[in-house]
């Protein structure tokens, strides 16, 4: 089995900084992109950010240069440094990780962090 796992998420005020965390463990034999979603209420789920095992990265417009995606392929673990905080990116963060196991390759999710920002 495969878990992964959220954490980091919290309320802040405009012009503030958080650290999400996502960790992923189990029968992994290895993980290819890792990414990062958010849902605000009523809106879609939406792509804010991803980045490949190699270490690329690729981000949504409405996020650049304030947000930062890494991994550290040794914990399994992916990070989404969000600097300068909008009221706007308040949303449930998911994560999303494409794991390899020994049935296959499949896409995994978080159970969401709230992360709200106060204006």
């Known amino acids: 089995q495969v878990q992964v796992v959220e954490s980091g998420g919290g309320l802040v005020q405009a012009g503030g900084s958080l650290r999400l965390s996502c960790a992923a463990s189990g029968s992994i034999f290895s993980i290819n992109a890792m990414d990062w979603y958010r849902q605000a209420p009523g809106k879609q789920r939406e792509l804010v950010a991803a980045?490949?095992?190699?270490?690329?990265?690729n981000y949504a417009d409405s996020v650049k240069g304030r947000f930062t995606i890494s991994r550290d392929n040794a914990k399994n673990t992916v990070y989404l440094q969000m600097n300068s905080l909008k009221p706007e990116d308040t949303a449930v963060y998911y994560c999303?990780?494409?794991?390899?196991?020994?049935?296959?390759?499949?896409?995994?999710w978080g159970q969401g962090t709230q992360v709200t920002v106060s204006s």
């Open positions: 980045i490949t095992s190699g270490g690329i990265t």
């Open positions: 999303n990780a494409n794991i390899a196991t020994r049935g296959g390759e499949y896409d995994y």
